[in-house]
């Protein structure tokens, strides 16, 4: 399962202890990596989807990062990915507060915080892994 080092990590960025940085979406990308190779019901919804590529971008500081689900993969890195299905864009406090729970994607999205290009499908099916990644992770921390 996800390591007790990540969890610990992920857990503090949620309650707010320390200082943030954009970097620290990539622990996310971690335990979302994690728990495809273990959870049952994430495993076989990554297996069941075509490959997705997905565009991170922070358009307030110079950040970016990309994640690639499907065919049963979860694989991310910083920078730019060729050829992205969807790019999300916001700023590091719309980034944070989605991250904390505090901000729903949806009503970013609406009011405009969360720009999204490309295929809007693609980007509801990360966001759907991505809800159960973090219902996984607040079982795993006892919440």
Same mark, same amino acid.
Request: with cysteine.
């Given at each position: 399962?996800?390591?007790?080092?990540?969890?610990?990590?992920?857990?503090?960025?949620?309650?707010?202890?320390?200082?943030?940085?954009?970097?620290? /979406?990539?622990?996310?990308?971690?335990? $979302?990596?994690?728990? +495809? +190779?273990?959870? =049952?019901?994430?495993?076989? =919804?990554? =297996?069941? $989807?075509? @490959?997705?590529?997905?565009?991170?971008?922070? @358009?307030? !500081?110079?950040?970016?990062?990309?994640?690639?689900? *499907?065919? *049963?993969?979860?694989?991310?890195?910083?920078?730019?990915?060729?050829?992205?299905? !969807?790019?999300?864009? +916001?700023?590091?406090?719309?980034? +944070?507060?989605?991250? /904390? *729970?505090?901000?729903?994607?949806?009503?970013?999205?609406?009011?405009?915080?969360?720009?999204?290009?490309?295929?809007?499908?693609? /980007?509801?099916?990360?966001?759907?892994?991505?809800?159960? !990644?973090?219902? !996984?992770?607040? =079982?795993?921390? *006892?919440?």
């Amino acid at each position: 399962m996800v390591s007790d080092d990540l969890l610990q990590k992920l857990k503090a960025l949620r309650d707010g202890e320390g200082e943030r940085s954009p970097s620290d /979406a990539l622990l996310l990308c971690e335990a $979302m990596k994690q728990l +495809a +190779a273990e959870n =049952e019901d994430i495993k076989e =919804e990554v =297996e069941d $989807m075509d @490959t997705i590529l997905v565009q991170f971008v922070w @358009t307030d !500081v110079d950040y970016k990062y990309w994640v690639k689900l *499907g065919e *049963g993969k979860v694989d991310y890195g910083e920078g730019e990915a060729d050829n992205p299905s !969807v790019t999300m864009k +916001a700023t590091s406090t719309t980034w +944070a507060g989605m991250g /904390a *729970g505090e901000i729903e994607s949806t009503s970013a999205y609406m009011s405009g915080d969360l720009q999204i290009d490309g295929n809007l499908q693609d /980007a509801i099916a990360y966001g759907e892994i991505n809800n159960m !990644v973090g219902e !996984v992770l607040s =079982e795993l921390r *006892g919440e």
